[in-house]
T-cell receptor, first 113, second 118 residues
Framework: AQKVTQAQTEISVVEKEDVTLDCVYE???????LFWYKQPPSGELVFLIR??????QNEISGRYSWNFQKSTSSFNFTITASQVVDSAVYFC??????????FGSGTKLNVKP | GAGVSQSPRYKVAKRGQDVALRCDPI?????LFWYQQALGQGPEFLTY????????KSGLPSDRFFAERPEGSVSTLKIQRTQQEDSAVYLC????????????????FGSGTRLTVV
């Protein structure tokens, strides 16, 4: 079975605070891919990052960083020095067969000025 | 166009009415997907096309849901005899034909059609 769990339904922070969004996944596949998407109020899903199951190297892109740990089946996302424009719903997703994606239920991030 | 275009943006249907939702993928994108996103939930897979072939329709919730892509470009998701539980945002996505690009960039999603059944 393929499953993604985002336990944090909603998080509120004040601008410039760091915030980590948690993602835990389940899969029996030995090779798989994990993604993070951002969904602003306009509704479209914006691709942020992809990780392969065989590459546990953490990644940093500007204020964004991702921590992938196979031992705990987690793929957490950290925003450093958050900004109001980061306010959105963030989804973690797992790739299955035929390019089918399994999404978590999302974490709504509110960044207050 | 530059992105995935979906129409209408909003649709209100009376229970029992049939609806048709349209998706214009990025030109040249072979793969096309439909997802259903209920309020407060993540998107859930409905169906997948490669060109005009529907390779996976395992996510369609009932036989009232039907999708087609007759010429391998524009796709239509049709819902017959709509019910209140069909209320959701329906997202369309397309992907680059090269598999590696799919892995690098995921899908390109449209802004969705918000369907409200009253």
């Amino acid at each position: 079975a393929q499953k993604v769990t985002q336990a944090q339904t909603e998080i509120s922070v004040v601008e410039k605070e760091d915030v980590t969004l948690d993602c835990v996944y389940e899969t029996r596949d030995t090779t798989y891919y994990l993604f993070w998407y951002k969904q602003p109020p306009s509704g479209e899903l914006v691709f942020l990052i992809r990780r392969n199951s065989f590459d546990e190297q953490n990644e940093i892109s500007g204020r964004y960083s991702w921590n992938f740990q196979k031992s705990t089946s987690s793929f957490n996302f950290t925003i450093t020095a958050s900004q109001v424009v980061d306010s959105a719903v963030y989804f973690c997703a797992l790739k299955g067969n035929f390019n089918k994606f399994y999404f978590g239920s999302g974490t709504k991030l509110n960044v207050k000025p | 166009g530059a992105g995935v275009s979906q129409s209408p943006r909003y649709k209100v249907a009376k229970r029992g009415q049939d609806v048709a939702l349209r998706c214009d993928p990025i030109s040249g994108h072979v793969s096309l997907f439909w997802y259903q996103q209920a309020l407060g939930q993540g998107p859930e897979f409905l169906t997948y096309f490669q060109n005009e072939a529907q390779l996976d329709k395992s996510g369609l919730p009932s036989d009232r849901f039907f999708a087609e892509r007759p010429e391998g470009s524009v796709s239509t998701l049709k819902i017959q005899r709509t019910q209140q539980e069909d209320s959701a945002v329906y997202l369309c996505a397309s992907s680059h034909p090269q598999g590696q690009d799919l892995l690098n960039y995921g899908y390109t999603f449209g802004s969705g059609t918000r369907l409200t059944v009253v």
